[in-house]
């Protein structure tokens, strides 16, 4: 089945700097990657998502960049603020939503 | 909106209970899930469904069943609850391809 690896589990950064976070996958059947944002005591939350046939895909201040050779998609968030801070979670699967497999997922910290 | 709705926010039970966590959607979607989140695990598929009487075994499906009577409700059946199943219950459906998380159902067995 399907493995994936997420890097860092903490992430801290200074308010108004960029993030990245990454995440490798095992399958190279997969075809659908989204990420998830999970603020404190709350539901996870879609924030972006890419399919296997485009490299990039941006929203604001958020994008994700995905590398099907390597087996390896990224996301980056720009101009970080304080409402950043969450745990994310990126997911890979061959069948859309149905099948997601997820990361450890990346405690994100803003500092101001 | 896709709403999906678990009825416990917390619950607290004793070791050998029988426990039952549910979960109801509003939409007439098909497909649902069952995840537990524990801290450094990430999120861990134990059961999911297609259809009305249909199941299938996630990742961990061990010490877990489910039911699926009506498609609207899929409920998690812990038959014998243990302390290793004190855990973030979250239930998930999905809508125009994306996966929805309900609220969770944070359980403790004491």
């Known amino acids: 089945g399907e493995n994936v690896e997420q890097h860092p589990s903490t992430l801290s950064v200074q308010e108004g700097d960029s993030a990245v976070i990454k995440c490798t996958y095992s399958?190279?059947?997969?075809?659908?990657f989204p990420w998830y944002k999970q603020e404190l005591g709350k539901r996870p939350q879609l924030i972006i998502d890419i399919r296997s046939n485009v490299g990039e895909k941006k929203d604001q201040r958020i994008a994700v960049t995905l590398n099907k050779t390597a087996k390896h998609f990224s996301l980056h968030i720009t101009e970080t603020q304080p409402e950043d801070s969450a745990v994310y979670f990126c997911?890979?699967?061959?069948?859309?939503?149905?099948?997601?497999?997820f990361g450890k997922g990346t405690h994100l910290i803003i500092q101001p | 909106d896709v709403k999906v709705t678990q009825s416990s926010r917390y619950l607290v039970k004793r070791t050998g209970e029988k426990v039952f966590l549910e979960c109801v959607q509003d939409m007439d979607h098909e497909n649902m899930f069952w995840y537990r989140q524990d801290p450094g695990l990430g999120l861990r598929l134990i059961y999911f469904?297609?259809?009305?009487?249909?199941?299938e075994k996630g990742d961990i499906p061990e010490g877990y069943s489910v039911s699926r009577e009506k498609k609207e409700r899929f409920s998690l059946i812990l038959e014998s609850a243990s302390t290793n199943q004190t855990s973030m219950y979250l239930c998930?459906?999905?809508?125009?391809?994306?996966?929805?998380f309900g609220s969770g159902t944070q359980l403790s067995v004491l």
């Open positions: 469904s297609y259809d009305v009487k249909m199941k």
């Open positions: 399958d190279s059947a997969s075809n659908y």
């Open positions: 998930a459906t999905v809508s125009d391809e994306k996966l929805f």
């Open positions: 997911a890979a699967s061959e069948g859309g939503a149905d099948g997601l497999t």
